[in-house]
């Protein structure tokens, strides 16, 4: 039995110790799905077996114990939105780098875009990127498949056909980009978009952007070099126009619908007015940069903030957070794009969009919460338990008996400032150095085995305790047909 108490010192564990995926957590305040109660929560084997709220758990001889009085104990969070950049674009990131900066940040599980060079656009090239990830990450993932105007047997190969949806481990959805964004990755053209609609099965999740409009505005934008030029240009009726032809799309083929990042409140509004049974046909999510930012931080911060779709308007995020809380917006990703500060400082129009996001994600969320914007149980149904049912994952989303043991540790008393020193990601940077924020991970937790820890002793960096590919594995989804 090893026995830890807070802060977990790494010099007392020997190899092998925490690789068994047994351990009891205790006096925590367990984030469940009924509510926040102080117990002890029981993984063994990788799978939680037991939780109490009404007697302290008996600890076994094979488990490690950990103490975590005054914590809160949440599901792990699970991005859904995430360029890892692997293969093509390494010196940004990888697979190694960035799920180790996902484990530092509480997430324990991602879903990686197929814009990579060469796109991700065949069966085997996911299967290569699922490879590769066995080899190299410490949480759990998967991967989209790119569509192209040209490649529906792949898509078919790799999610299904209409009522014949296939499961391929570590495979989630189709992806389309309907705007240019980064990559060589489009498909915008209504017989193209018809096609992959018709006659594929599977989530597909979209990039909503008219290209047209992006097209046809951007001569009046691109002598321009302020950063306010870039939501000018990509505006609320080029981010809702698209999102008309997707959902439009989704429901004359009654095709599983996802629409990414959202940013406008038109967007918001637009999506507030479908069915609750078309709330079951079509979901969407927001970024925590969306609910954070606005305009007058992007004239602060400068191409640091520029991404796509972009941050917005002070308006625009009221009206988001009101959407998030009354459910129209179901769940929170974090579209981690890191791009080198070299490429940045090219300026407007440049400057590659996307910024890093994996790490401060949950600490962002539950900053809100602590400020009174919603609840932390909230923020622990947007970012796992939401985001499982969404793509119909096994085992994960909540802390329950029989559940996989993947959860997370968090600290709501101390802060910290993110330091772009202390960063994980390859680039190097953060769009929050300098804030101050609430609920970083303490321990990272997947399948029982503690991967990431953060105290006194590692300082706010925090360390990795677990090689590259010695835990995670492809998350296992559900079939749509």
């Known amino acids: 039995m090893i ?29 469940l799905p009924t509510g926040i109660k102080q117990g002890d929560l029981r993984i063994t084997a990788g799978v939680i077996s037991e ?21 809160h104990v949440m599901p792990g969070a699970i991005d859904p939105q995430v360029h890892f950049r692997e293969p093509g674009q390494e010196y940004k990131e990888d697979l190694r780098t960035g799920s180790a900066a996902a484990a530092s940040g509480g997430i324990t599980s991602f879903l990686d875009m197929p814009n990579n060079k060469p796109s991700a656009t065949t069966l085997e090239s996911i299967q290569a990127k699922i490879d590769s990830a066995n080899k190299k990450c410490i949480t759990n993932f998967g991967f989209f498949i790119g569509a ?30 309907m705007g240019s964004s980064t990559g060589d990755l489009l498909v915008y053209e209504v017989e193209h978009l018809t096609n992959i609609f018709s006659n594929t099965a599977g989530l597909i999740a979209v990039h909503a952007e008219d290209e047209n409009r992006l097209n046809e505005r951007f001569e009046d934008f691109k002598d321009r070099r302020d950063i306010a030029a870039h939501a000018e240009w990509r505006d609320d009726i080029a981010a809702l126009n698209a999102t008309k032809l997707a959902v439009g799309m989704a429901k004359e083929f009654s095709h599983r619908l996802h629409v990414l990042h959202l940013t406008s409140g038109i967007e918001a509004d637009y999506l507030a007015e479908l069915s609750e049974a078309e709330r079951e046909l079509i979901t969407t999510e927001v970024l925590p940069q969306h609910l954070t930012f606005d305009e007058t931080d992007v004239s602060r911060e400068g191409v640091r903030l520029q991404m796509n779709p972009p941050i917005r308007y002070k308006k625009d995020r009221e009206t988001l957070w009101n959407r998030l809380l009354d459910g129209t917006i179901a769940c929170i990703a974090t579209d981690h794009a890191p791009h080198i500060l070299a490429d940045k400082a090219k300026g407007w129009p440049n400057a590659p969009s996307g910024m890093p996001g994996v790490e401060t994600s949950m600490p962002v969320m539950l900053t809100h919460a602590r400020n009174g914007k919603c609840s932390i149980e909230q923020v622990a149904y947007w970012m796992s338990t939401k985001v499982a049912e969404i793509y119909q994952m096994v085992g994960k989303g909540k802390l329950e008996v029989g559940m996989d043991g993947d959860v997370v540790i968090v600290d709501m008393e101390t802060p910290i400032v993110v330091d772009d020193a202390n960063t994980w990601s390859t680039v190097g940077w953060n769009p929050y150095h300098g804030t101050e924020l609430f609920g970083w991970p303490n321990l990272t937790i997947v399948a029982g085995t503690p991967v990431f820890e953060r105290n006194e002793y590692t300082g706010p960096k925090g360390k990795c305790l677990v090689k590259p590919g010695e835990v995670g594995s492809p998350l296992v989804m559900m079939p749509w047909d």
């Open 148 to 177: 192209t105007t040209d490649n529906v047997e792949e898509l078919q190969r790799a999610v299904g056909k209409p009522g014949q949806g296939i499961s391929h481990p570590g495979i989630c959805g189709i992806k389309i980009f």
């Open 51 to 71: 939780i109490s709220t009404e007697k302290r758990l008996e600890s076994n001889d094979d488990e490690m114990i950990y103490d975590a009085a005054g914590l």
């Open 3 to 31: 026995v830890c108490v807070i802060p977990l010192d790494p010099k007392v564990l020997e190899e092998g110790e925490i690789m068994n995926g047994n351990i009891l957590i205790t006096g925590a305040n367990l984030v």
